[in-house]
């Protein structure tokens, strides 16, 4: 691939928005590069079990259902492109994504760029990240057999990652400082029936602590302000997710929260530029609305293609 190469379509985002688009542009014919910055699937990639994505009835791992849509958009003729995104800029009647290895054009990007966890900002956190906090049950999990586990956040996302630790750990404390879980009936009852878990609600973290590694972690109650000290040996945070636009510095509008404004068809107010999945407002943030996302940006920005004069197109 020549770096003056010009594309159809560029797609910056290599979790299941970004890897469905890629599918879908490549297979209506378009000339399709997808940027992802380390490995595909995104914050997927983090997830042991995904159970309620159509089509797998015993669930799939998220680091496994990534490469094979990856499989699936290489066939139709995608290509990939290991970078990260770090502007985005309309030249003329095309766009120019900058990446860390120079730049690249397009006549339409779809922005996939997904989301990060979000962190607590407490005492201890910058200080443990890496050595005590994770965000990737699947990953670490095998290393804490026997351990005191704090989850923070009872939304899917802290459940589905309770239930897989509970296959190392002795014990799991899971935080959650609304007045009760947000996360799907399924992964509640399942929780609720596992001794090792155990779900504590309208609970701040105020610090997590320790010596050379993690003892403990404290945690105020939201209407009576007592203080909960909770042993562990680590910390699991799923506490809801930051949009990553930071890379676009103003080059498309962001709502109040940081995330790129569109319509239903994915257009953002820039003729030839769309967004999907978790980065864009109003998301449902579940792999399959992500996919759905994907699939729709990548059918508008084809039509675009086929029926915009350069320059004059005005989004629905």
């Not at 928005?17 to 997808?34: D, E, K, M, V, Y």
């Not at 203080?227 to 945070?237: E, G, L, Q, S, T």
């Not at 799923?238 to 239903?264: C, F, K, M, Q, S």
């Not at 003729?271 to 999907?276: E, K, S, Y």
Request: aromatic share 6%.
């Amino acid at each position: 691939m020549s770096e003056a190469s010009t594309f159809d379509v560029i797609i910056v985002g290599g979790g299941v928005a970004g890897l469905t688009a890629g599918l879908f542009a490549a297979r209506h014919g378009r000339s399709t590069l997808i940027i992802v910055p380390f490995m595909v699937g995104g914050q997927l990639a983090t997830i042991g079990a995904i159970e309620d994505f159509p089509g797998f009835p015993e669930g799939i791992a998220g680091y496994d259902l990534g490469p094979i849509v990856q499989e699936q958009a290489v066939a139709a003729g995608a290509q990939f492109k290991m970078v990260d995104a770090t502007g985005l800029a309309s030249i003329g009647t095309h766009w120019r994504v900058q990446s860390t290895e120079g730049a690249i054009d397009a006549r339409a990007v779809i922005i996939a760029s997904g989301s990060s966890a979000r962190m607590l900002n407490v005492p201890g956190e910058e200080r443990f990240t890496g050595q005590g906090i994770s965000h990737c049950a699947s990953c670490d999990g095998p290393l804490l057999k026997g351990k005191r586990i704090v989850i923070v956040g009872a939304g899917d996302s802290g459940l589905q990652e309770a239930l897989t630790l509970t296959t190392w750990a002795q014990s799991i404390v899971i935080l959650e400082q609304a007045p009760s879980p947000s996360a799907q009936a399924s992964y509640l009852k399942r929780a609720n029936e596992n001794a090792k878990i155990r779900i504590h609600c309208e609970l701040l973290v105020d610090a997590i602590q320790g010596g050379d590694a993690i003892e403990g972690v404290h945690a105020r109650h939201r209407r009576t302000g007592a203080i909960n000290r909770f042993d562990a040996d680590a910390v699991f945070v799923y506490a809801g997710l930051a949009p990553n636009t930071r890379w676009l510095n103003g080059a498309v509008e962001l709502d109040p929260r940081g995330y790129i404004v569109t319509d239903l068809q994915m257009h953002t107010r820039h003729a030839g530029l769309f967004a999907a999945g978790d980065v864009r407002a109003d998301s449902a943030s579940q792999a399959i609305t992500a996919a759905g996302d994907g699939a729709t940006a990548a059918m508008a920005a084809h039509r675009y293609l086929q029926t915009a004069t350069p320059g004059e197109y005005s989004p629905p």
